[in-house]
Each structure stands twice: as C-alpha cells, then as structure tokens.
C-alpha cells in the first residue's frame, strides 16, 4: 500500500532553517509528481510547493518564493522541503501529498517557528 512519512520538522527561531524530508513506498515513485502542503492552526489546507515527476518543474505558492525549495531523489523516493528564512507565518503541519488513483497523505510533520 501507499504510504508516505515525513520527517525533519521542529522549532526553528525566525530566520532559521529546517529541511524536510518525506519518503514514499507502494508505488513508483518516479512517475508521480509530489508536492507539499501545509495546514496552520484554524486554517484550510494550502499548496506549498509542488515537483513533476523527473524534477524538471517545480512550483510554489506565492509567500514562500525565493525561501522554500522542493526537490526529489528518485533513486531513494524522497522528496524534499528546504526552507530558508522562516518566519512565525510558516508555522504548520506539513503534509507530503501524492496522487495516483487518489489522493494519499503522509502523517504531518510539525514545524514551528517562533522566537
């Protein structure tokens, strides 16, 4: 079966970094594109940052251009967050996300930026 885990979140002050990691099995990997979401306290589910299938394009929502980077390594199937300056805005379960026949989630990862 599909599955998913993230890891790699954590307390970061303001201006930190963290990168997060999310590795998948049950299907392959190298032909689905990945993304990442995140969901803040009161807050609906939002698109981060999305990745095709070989990496060649890769997408990003608006308040994170210029900080987040996704990235993939299909010889490990990992799939990447490196975020850079963050800022208490950031703060969120982040959730790798994947669509084959359906939707699938991994667990969430907590990231939490605060001085």
């Known amino acids: 079966q599909v599955q998913l885990v993230e890891s790699g979140g954590g307390l970061v002050q303001p201006g930190g970094s963290l990168r997060l990691s999310c590795t998948a099995s049950?299907?392959?990997?190298?032909?689905?594109?990945m993304r990442w979401y995140r969901q803040a306290p009161g807050k609906e589910r939002e698109l981060v940052a999305s990745?095709?299938?070989?990496?060649?394009?890769?997408n990003y929502e608006d308040s994170v251009k210029g900080r987040f980077t996704i990235s993939r390594d299909n010889d490990k199937n990992t799939v990447y967050l490196q975020m850079n300056s963050l800022k208490p805005e950031d703060t969120a379960v982040y959730y790798c996300?994947?669509?084959?026949?359906?939707?699938?989630w991994g667990q969430g990862t907590q990231v939490t930026v605060s001085s």
């Open positions: 990745i095709t299938r070989g990496g060649g394009t890769t």
């Open positions: 996300n994947t669509f084959t026949w359906k939707n699938y």
């Open positions: 049950g299907f392959a990997f190298s032909t689905y594109a």
